[in-house]
């Protein structure tokens, strides 16, 4: 599967963005979608994830609340909307499609390329 993720940009403190996952060359549906960052210096991390149908939906402590994960399996799109951010939400987002519930990025076979989300202060 080819991931085409978009949407990032440069947001004040408490603004909002919305990023999108465009997937290509499988049955979308049969995958678990996630979103991972990586900020400078630090290691990749866990962000969301949502299974199949989109019933259920998993966030990291520090984004419940603001962060909400969707899909549109008839478009083949995952969505990230992101409000309240904060500067330390600064970082390169990618999405990442596995065919099980899993939050290491070890267990992810296909990434998107990364979408710059800075938070200015």
């Known amino acids: 599967v080819q991931l085409q993720a978009s949407g990032g940009g440069l947001v004040q403190s408490g603004g909002s963005l919305r990023l999108s996952c465009a997937a290509s060359g499988r049955t979308f549906g049969s995958d678990y979608m996630a979103w991972f960052r990586q900020a400078p210096g630090k290691e990749r991390e866990f962000v969301a994830l949502?299974?199949?149908?989109?019933?259920?939906?998993l966030y990291t402590d520090s984004v419940k609340g603001r962060f909400t994960s969707s899909r549109d399996n008839a478009k083949n799109t995952v969505y990230l909307q992101m409000n309240s951010l904060k500067p330390e939400d600064t970082a390169v987002y990618y999405c990442a499609a596995t065919s099980y519930i899993t939050k290491s990025d070890k267990n992810y076979n296909y990434w998107g390329q990364g979408t710059q989300v800075t938070v200015s202060s």
């Open positions: 949502i299974t199949r149908t989109g019933s259920t939906t």
